[in-house]
């Protein structure tokens, strides 16, 4: 009785190391795998604004969202803007913080930020650069000081942008397909 045990014991530690047997779905898209996310090839960087940057890792066309890399190397106000659906925010380098709320992002942090939230995203004097891991559902609406819109971003621009950017510094507007389901 226990060498049974023992031998169904091992049969199951072996089909755990045993990777998935059927075949996946026919449709089913590929996996977006971004082997070094904070790039050492500045040119992967896509200029947003001045001294700020974004680089992609998933633009998700389908669903409407986009996942990206945020780099500011300024302080001062980088925007104003409200999101309709939640985002998601992991700080890698540097902190932040938005007008309207007593906290700080700071490095090895998560944020949360609910549907209907507007803000102003603010970077302190004492940070040399800034870069955000963000997941942003939907379209940023970007507001003045009484929530009037002033220009928007969705996934469509973001790879507008991308495609652009990547034609104009040598790396063929075809590279940003690698980010886009």
């Not at 009484?146 to 034609?167: L, Q």
Request: aromatic content about 12%; glycine content about 6%; overall charge negative.
């Amino acid at each position: 009785m226990k060498e049974n045990m023992m031998s169904k014991t091992d049969e199951t530690r072996d089909e755990a190391l045993m990777p998935y047997q059927k075949p996946f779905p026919a449709d089913a898209l590929d996996e977006i795998v971004v082997p070094q996310a904070v790039p050492q090839d500045d040119r992967i960087w896509v200029p947003q604004a001045p001294n700020v940057w974004f680089r992609p890792l998933c633009l998700n066309r389908s669903q409407g969202y986009w996942v990206n890399l945020l780099k500011v190397r300024k302080s001062g106000v980088l925007s104003r803007h409200r999101h309709p659906n939640t985002v998601h925010g992991y700080v890698i380098r540097g902190k932040w913080y938005y007008l309207e709320h007593d906290w700080v992002a700071e490095e090895g942090g998560y944020v949360m930020e609910p549907p209907g939230e507007t803000h102003t995203l603010v970077v302190p004097e004492d940070v040399e650069e800034m870069i955000t891991l963000f997941q942003v559902n939907g379209v940023m609406s970007y507001v003045d000081p009484w929530g009037e819109p002033v220009g928007y971003e969705d996934v469509f621009t973001k790879i507008d942008m991308c495609r652009a950017h990547y034609a104009e510094v040598g790396l063929g507007e075809d590279y940003v397909q690698q980010f886009i389901r």
